[in-house]
């Protein structure tokens, strides 16, 4: 409610309001993952799992990113956004059973163990910081041009994960111990 209330006082408004990040607006992309666990699960060694996931999840991404194939899509309800839930789909797939060196990392790991927090802070941190981001992106702008923005991402990563390291340790972590503490007593 709050954060509601803090986006209709805003002016002028912004881009995106907080459905845009709401679960139910990105709710194919969760049904893409858990498509991708089941399905690979099932596979087994062979031309599917060593050459066409891969490659399809490499070309499918590549057009995405590359050239203007999906324009005609960008309208409506964005079905261009199933496209990339497809090739996603098929990244997570592929990764889940071949992990590339950077894919299996510790970084990574570590990331994904508060995932969760970091894609629950993430847009609440950027809204609240955007005055910031933006004022850092026209300072930087003048001196090392585009790449600010890898300047001013890197930052706001760092702040994302200080803050999803908090939330994971004080509230994921006992979250999961008192549910493990819970089950254990409830057990059949």
């Not at 709710?27 to 066409?52: C, D, H, Q, S, T």
């Not at 199933?82 to 889940?96: E, K, N, R």
């Not at 001196?143 to 390291?165: D, P, Q, R, W």
Request: some cysteine; overall charge positive.
């Amino acid at each position: 409610y709050q954060l509601n209330a803090e986006y209709l006082r805003t002016d002028p408004k912004p881009r995106w309001d907080w459905s845009y990040f709401s679960f139910i607006s990105n709710l194919y992309f969760f049904a893409a993952g858990i498509f991708a666990y089941r399905f690979g699960k099932e596979l087994k060694e062979g031309i599917i799992l060593n050459v066409a996931i891969p490659w399809g999840a490499c070309i499918v991404l590549a057009l995405l990113l590359f050239t203007e194939l999906d324009k005609g899509l960008r309208k409506g309800g964005r079905p261009d956004l199933l496209i990339w839930a497809v090739g996603f789909t098929a990244l997570c797939i592929w990764q889940s059973l071949r992990p590339c060196v950077w894919i299996g990392s510790k970084v990574l790991e570590y990331v994904g163990e508060r995932s969760y927090s970091v894609y629950l802070l993430h847009p609440v941190i950027v809204f609240f910081f955007k005055k910031w981001i933006v004022g850092g992106y026209a300072s930087l702008l003048p001196y090392i041009g585009k790449y600010a923005y890898f300047i001013c991402a890197f930052l706001v990563l760092m702040i994302v994960l200080a803050v999803s390291e908090l939330t994971y340790r004080f509230i994921e972590v006992p979250g999961i111990k008192l549910g493990r503490r819970y089950i254990s007593k409830h057990a059949v």
